[in-house]
């Protein structure tokens, strides 16, 4: 017995010591680093069966070998865009669910005083990653980067990525079976070979203190630094500098007075702050701003705001596909600006760095949210590590964009034992990661009556900002007049009412007062409706209407007047402004 226990010990140890790597966590502001893009042209092979791994796809085997022949080929493959999905790239992947291997030779000089690590912007679902054949790791979540280490692994001269991306739903993924959106496969986002020196700026946060406006908070950690290291922190354009020690773990925090013009949507100032090591220096433009709560009132730099907002998707309608580049950010941000409006919800997951980004520069504040839309299997004890590391990644991107000014956790999720717990600990956990920001989530569960709703969900007694998702007079009718129709909110907090809208195919016109017809005036007299309601809703700081541009969905299956499409957007697949669109312009222009 002893003999066999021993065995199955050894076993088990070298089971875990050959399991591949999960991601390490990534570096911040891949942007400031020696980042090399591998973006371009990869080869693929479509996989419906998922047996890429079983035949060692992996391997990019090409030679035929004494005896056995391989049943794969990357060389007579399709070619697909990296970044980019799959589905807007060839009419036979429209709506393809399954597996993609990608493959992608690139020439290397390794350097004993370097380290080299390969970072993935985003694909969409489970990403599979293979260097030289040689499993590096895993990675779930569609939306967030993630890296490996590959100092040890490359050699030098051409070396190959093989990498596995599959995106089939299912009950027990983030976000499920079922959601209002294209299911987009691929390497959506950017991908970079990056090489750092042996010690390097891995990561850090600057802001200001959320409670004491002129001190700054920095806290930078060096990868591979002893204690009692120096490193600088200025920023040259405010005359502010000072040294930081590194702890035994590399860490370094700094609390300091400093005077700064401070970023706001009207003056979306950046400053360019400086972090020196004696082996490593990192440049980054930083805003600073301050954003807290008060009397049911969202204050701005200590000054109460109006959040004049939409919702819109990671999406170019015109094209049918995911975003993901600059041009693809000013675009969709252009239309927001356009709109008149200071503020955007990212729906309903992460969007590019780009997007976040560009809104910094253009002064549009940003609400940021994971994927938990609806019916997430929240019993499964899988769910809780999951979507605790969406939310790690989310805030490890974007810490330090003052734009986001909220972090939310969900998306008009029941109610429920299981379902309060998660959403309990995922806000505590976005709390430890970063108290400077706002915690929302949107709730759709109110209690009704035909005059009236009362939000008495549990889980917003615990959030910062409470999100409101009802669409009346599309799919509540209208029992009393907008004007009279009562909101009780349970909690002295402040409200965004984050969804409300039609369905309206442009250019079809009709009855002002038949929703039936799909028409412009319909919308157009929903949104006058909805508005007259806003007066009613205590402790109201903003609206976000649903939703900018119609976009993409599976969910949508009126051939009439929808084709797979939400036409719920102010503006059409084309790129032509709906009638609603003018009366929320005109709405969001009467406020100051």
Same mark, same amino acid.
């Given at each position: ?18 399991l591949?790597?999960?991601?390490q ?14 973006d ?49 790239q ?14 992608r ?9 370097k *380290?080299? @690590?390969?970072?993935? =912007?985003?694909? /969409?679902? &489970? ?7 040689? !499993?590096l ?8 980067p ?11 001269? *051409?070396? @190959?990525?093989?990498? =596995?991306?599959? /995106?089939? &739903? ?7 079976? !079922? ?15 990056i ?25 930078? !950690? ?65 805003g ?54 200071n ?36 019993s499964?004890?899988g ?68 005059t ?41 907090k ?76 102010l ?22």
């Amino acid at each position: 017995m002893k003999k066999t226990g021993t065995a199955c010990l050894v076993a088990c140890l070298t089971l875990i010591l050959h399991l591949p790597s999960l991601p390490q966590p990534f570096m911040t502001n891949v942007e400031g680093r020696n980042a090399r893009p591998l973006d371009g042209r990869w080869e693929a092979i479509v996989d419906m069966f998922s047996c890429g791994e079983q035949m060692e796809v992996y391997k990019n085997q090409t030679a035929e070998e004494k005896g056995r022949f391989v049943e794969y080929c990357f060389d007579a493959g399709i070619r697909l865009d990296v970044p980019g999905d799959w589905n807007s790239q060839r009419p036979e992947l429209k709506y393809y669910e399954s597996t993609v291997w990608y493959k992608r030779d690139f020439d290397c000089t390794p350097s004993p005083d370097k *380290r080299l @690590f390969l970072y993935f =912007g985003a694909s /969409n679902y &489970r990403t599979d990653v293979y260097l030289n054949g040689e !499993k590096l790791g895993s990675h779930e979540g569609g939306f967030t980067p993630f890296q490996f280490e590959i100092s040890d692994k490359v050699r030098p001269g *051409r070396n @190959f990525i093989v990498v =596995g991306v599959d /995106n089939r &739903r299912s009950s027990l993924t983030i976000p499920a079976l !079922k959601y209002d959106w294209w299911n987009y496969g691929g390497i959506t986002r950017s991908v970079f070979l990056i090489e750092t020196p042996r010690k390097f700026i891995e990561d850090y946060t600057v802001r200001l203190d959320r409670n004491i406006p002129d001190r700054l908070y920095a806290h930078v !950690k060096i990868q591979g630094a002893a204690p009692d290291e120096k490193v600088n922190l200025s920023i040259p354009e405010a005359g502010f500098s000072a040294t930081l020690h590194t702890g035994k773990n590399g860490e370094a925090e700094l609390s300091a007075p400093v005077r700064l013009t401070l970023w706001s949507p009207e003056n979306p100032k950046l400053y360019t702050v400086e972090i020196r090591s004696p082996y490593d220096t990192i440049r980054e433009q930083i805003g600073f701003r301050t954003v807290t709560t008060e009397d049911g009132k969202i204050l701005l730099n200590g000054k109460q705001i109006f959040l004049k907002g939409i919702n819109c998707h990671d999406e170019i309608p015109q094209r049918m596909g995911r975003a993901f580049s600059e041009a693809d950010a000013r675009m969709l941000l252009g239309e927001v600006k356009a709109l008149g409006c200071n503020f955007l919800r990212l729906t309903h997951y992460p969007a590019s760095e780009e997007m976040v980004r560009m809104a910094e520069r253009m002064g549009i504040m940003l609400w940021e949210e994971v994927p938990l839309w609806q019916k997430i299997a929240f019993s499964d004890p899988g769910t809780l590590p999951k979507a605790n590391r969406m939310v790690t990644e989310m805030i490890a991107r974007d810490k330090n964009r003052c734009a986001v000014i909220m972090w939310s956790v969900s998306n008009e999720t029941a109610p429920g034992p299981d379902r309060n717990r998660v959403l309990e600990e995922m806000i505590r956990h976005c709390r430890t990661l970063d108290p400077s920001r706002l915690i929302t989530t949107a709730f759709s569960h109110t209690t009704d009556t035909p005059t009236s709703l009362t939000v008495d969900d549990p889980v917003a007694g615990l959030v910062d900002v409470i999100g409101i998702n009802k669409y009346y007079g599309w799919y509540i009718p209208w029992r009393c007049e907008p004007k009279d129709f009562v909101w009780n909110v349970r909690f002295a907090k402040p409200v965004i009412f984050s969804e409300f809208g039609s369905e309206a195919l442009y250019g079809k016109h009709g009855d002002p007062n038949d929703p039936t017809q799909w028409n412009e005036e319909y919308q157009a007299h929903n949104y006058r409706d909805n508005i007259a309601m806003l007066p009613n809703i205590p402790n109201l700081a903003g609206t976000t209407p649903w939703v900018l541009f119609d976009f993409r969905s599976p969910y949508r299956m009126n051939g009439k007047y929808q084709e797979e499409w939400n036409r719920k957007g102010l503006i059409s697949d084309k790129g032509h402004r709906k009638m609603a669109w003018y009366v929320l312009k005109a709405y969001y222009d009467s406020i100051p």
